[in-house]
């Protein structure tokens, strides 16, 4: 069995919610009672986000790159950013690392794909909500992708720095992002949301009903990481 090496501590909530996935899903799919081999490197995120703040791009490539060597030494056989926002240097960080990487942009992209949908929304922090790099892998599949307008990124990213990544969930916050959702598809017909920022499954992930369909990339990139696992 391989090595799965996460970076993560990007933020801490969702990795944890990384890990339980990945168990999960390696239960669902090894019922011999074994357990699989994970290696976790929980970074500091505010060091990450001020080199992305200051569009220092190639610094947050070094450190990252240096996190998931890390990572190598320690024995993964290939590892993974437990976050969107980093996969703004994802490619350069790939093109430099010892070990195979798992993109969460074209695991998520390879399950629109299978659901068939053609207009997406993305919700995330906003260097996600404004960078390429989903549009980027989406559109070579034709699929587009849509992002709130401005002061909705506002908003969602507002949240996302001063709630969610510090484990704070609050209905109150819950109600306006699926407004935004709903306003999405009324406004841009999307058919899915690709909820692009890992703690935002945990806002979201109890809501009875809804309209369009939710994509959680936390889920879909650990259940791809069992695969790689398994291969």
């Known amino acids: 069995m391989k090595t799965a090496g996460i970076v993560g501590g990007i933020a801490p909530e969702s990795t944890i919610q990384y890990y339980r996935l990945m168990i999960a899903a390696y239960r669902d799919r090894k019922r011999d009672g074994s357990y699989p081999s994970i290696l976790i490197n929980s970074i500091d995120m505010k060091t990450m986000l001020d080199l992305i703040g200051a569009d220092n791009l190639s610094g947050v490539t070094k450190y990252l790159f240096g996190e998931v060597e890390k990572l190598a030494q320690a024995g993964a056989t290939f590892a993974l950013l437990a976050s969107n926002t980093p996969h703004i240097v994802f490619d350069a960080i790939r093109q430099e690392a010892s070990i195979p990487m798992l993109s969460i942009v074209e695991a998520t992209c390879s399950e629109v794909q299978r659901l068939g949908l053609k207009r997406v929304g993305l919700f995330g922090t906003r260097y996600t909500m404004q960078g390429r790099f989903y549009a980027e892998v989406f559109s070579r599949?034709?699929?587009?992708?849509?992002?709130?307008?401005?002061?909705?990124?506002?908003?969602?990213?507002?949240?996302?720095m001063s709630e969610l990544v510090n484990g704070i969930f609050l209905p109150e916050t819950r109600g306006p992002m699926l407004e935004i959702a709903n306003r999405l598809r009324v406004r841009e017909g999307i058919e899915g949301l690709v909820l692009g920022g890992t703690e935002l499954p945990l806002l979201l992930h109890d809501v009875a009903t809804r309209e369009v369909l939710f994509l959680d990339t936390a889920k879909i990139h650990a259940e791809c990481a069992v695969t790689q696992m398994l291969s």
């Open 141 to 160: 599949q034709g699929i587009t992708v849509i992002v709130p307008d401005t002061e909705e990124q506002e908003y969602i990213h507002g949240k996302y």
